[in-house]
């Protein structure tokens, strides 16, 4: 395996002079990185190591790399000693956020993220398996277009609650910056804080417009190139670490020429992952993932409709980017799945079990039983008392204690019972008479959706007929007993198994069958 000697630019690793690095460890480093720069001589910059290590060929000097290149970032203790294949830190320090989407950012393949919008939803990624999302957050908490209503402190504020939910990185949507370049310092800042592992910023005018949606303006040059220099500065200053992608909407407010000039430029001002918006084919991804080869690219694939092509992570890959964002998806289904729920519900039915999780799969998903086990590590016996007095709670047989009075404790233990409405007939004798056999009897439901697919097919005792209000509240409202009634006289106490109580389509277009049995 050929051997390139490397020397560092970067002052912060001034230890490691005319570094022996191999071609498969640089490979490891930078993935993306051709065969044909390691073998130019041109000065190689490796962004996506976590310190931003600069690396030259000996031959190469350090003159010849341009200033602008070079980045300044606070001291991470467990950043790679290139060529050495170990870490600094304790193997078992925790990995921040930011940390973890720099070493995402270094790693092979292109990276999907989902937007989340609020605390549930990005908890719902996480458990997923992505290893990031993005924050869309304008829909779900004002519902209102993402026209640049939103401001700073909402934008931090849902951003603290939702990073705070996960330990995965959040990629936070920081618009324009929200004013000027000090309002940008302030912003980028802020979202440190908020515990973000990466801003996103663009050069639209104020106020800004939605992504792939008309009106866009943006900002000169000059002035774009500035928001992302005060957006490095701010990172400088805060002594903390933040990924900053710098996108740009010159592409559909001006030329692709404009968009890849931005994109560069942004480069050299200190961006750490670039994205131009709204690139409208295969062939302009390509040359954009041609500009700063080394930097990282990020693609946004617009669900249902937007000017970007759609393309599957493999051909992303193929193309060249890093990042793939999908910002409608979940809150594109959640709105679709409340208007099917609501319409389910005011037709009288309760939404289908396929759309409608159990209530414990919603109590695991929330974290119910997590909170139960860590609540009983702090439980006293003090707190072992119900509301309604001084009688035990118990929650297990496990923990009755036999040996020490437990199965007085059982005995006394408060038990409620709830009796359900049973069926009588008239006469108020459930034994005898034309209707003795009802209690033998099943109420059959079937609900049958448009698409002609079966949603629901359950059987209960015919003489809880309160309980089918529970499945049908649009049932509620039906006379069952008369319906029994009359089925019964119409037969003179004979009926048949497989009688219709009810046939009928609701206002959602389900068919609803009520069957005796």
Known sequence: MP????????????LLPNTQVALSPVRSLVPSLPTSILRSGQPVFAPLCPQRLLFTPLIESAASCPSSSRRSYPAKSWVNAVGTGTESSTPSAKVSPVEALRRLLSSPGVHQGPACFDALSAKLVEKAGFDY??????????????????????????????????????????DNGYGNHMSVKRTVKGFIKAGFAGIILEDQVSPKACGHTQGRKVVSREEAVMRIKAAVDARNESGL??????????????????????AKAFGDAGADVLFIDALASKEEMISFCEVYPLLPKMANMLEGGGKTPIFTPVELDEIGFKLVSYPLSLIGVSMRAMQEALGAIKSGRLPPPSCLPTFEEIKDTLGFNAYYEEERQ??????QYSEKGSQPRIDSLSQLNLQEGGAEAFQEAIVEVVTPEVYIDSEGDNTGGKFSGIWSRSLRIKIIGRDGLEKLDVRIPAGFLDGIANIIPGLGGVNLKAMLDKAVETTNGDLERGVKLLDFIDQMGDRIQVLLE
């Open 378 to 383: 702090y439980s006293t016996n003090d707190s």
């Open 133 to 174: 999302c993005f924050m869309s957050v304008s829909a779900a908490r004002l519902a209102l277009p993402d026209v640049g209503l939103i401001s700073y402190g909402e934008m931090v504020d849902q951003g603290f609650q939702i990073t705070n939910a996960v330990s995965i990185p959040i990629i936070g949507d920081g």
């Open 3 to 14: 051997v390139f000697p490397y020397t560092t630019l970067d002052p912060a690793i001034s």
């Open 241 to 262: 670490d933040i990924v900053i992608v710098a996108r740009t909407d010159s592409r559909q407010a001006i030329s692709l020429e404009e968009s890849l000039w931005r």
